[in-house]
Nanobody
Framework: QVQLVESGGGLVQAGGSLRLSCAAS????????MGWYRQAPGKQREKVAT???????NYADSVKGRFTISRDNAKNTVYLQMNSLKSEDTAVYYC??????????????WGQGTQVTVSS
């Protein structure tokens, strides 16, 4: 029942901005760490940014200073604000979350992905 749904992807010109959202729903006891990953054609999936339940963030070097990850715990939602986009950012972006189903039991959940295309 627990699922993550991403939204906000699309086509944007280089230098532009885009904001991705990922909402968790279902039988959720708690949400621990959340993150954004991306996969470009012919490349492996890579971690873009993560955020802990306490708000501690971590970014890939390639996006540091341009992307910002945040979360709204009341809405069970994580966001990725992407600024100064480059063509190299083109990829399918996936939301990831460690969901607590009950005390002492958690599971790793992935969203379906949302396409981000940056034109130059």
């Amino acid at each position: 029942q627990v699922q993550l749904v991403e939204s906000g992807g699309g086509l944007v010109q280089a230098g532009g901005s885009l904001r991705l959202s990922c909402a968790a729903s279902g039988s959720i006891f708690s949400i621990n760490a959340m993150g954004w990953y991306r996969q470009a054609p012919g490349k492996q999936r890579e971690k873009v940014a993560t955020i802990t339940s306490g708000g501690t963030t971590n970014y890939a070097d390639s996006v540091k200073g341009r992307f910002t990850i945040s979360r709204d715990n009341a809405k069970n939602t994580v966001y990725l604000q992407m600024n100064s986009l480059k063509s190299e950012d083109t990829a399918v972006y996936y939301c990831n979350a460690k969901i607590g189903l009950q005390a002492g039991l958690s599971t790793l959940i992935w969203g379906q992905g949302t396409q981000v295309t940056v034109s130059s």
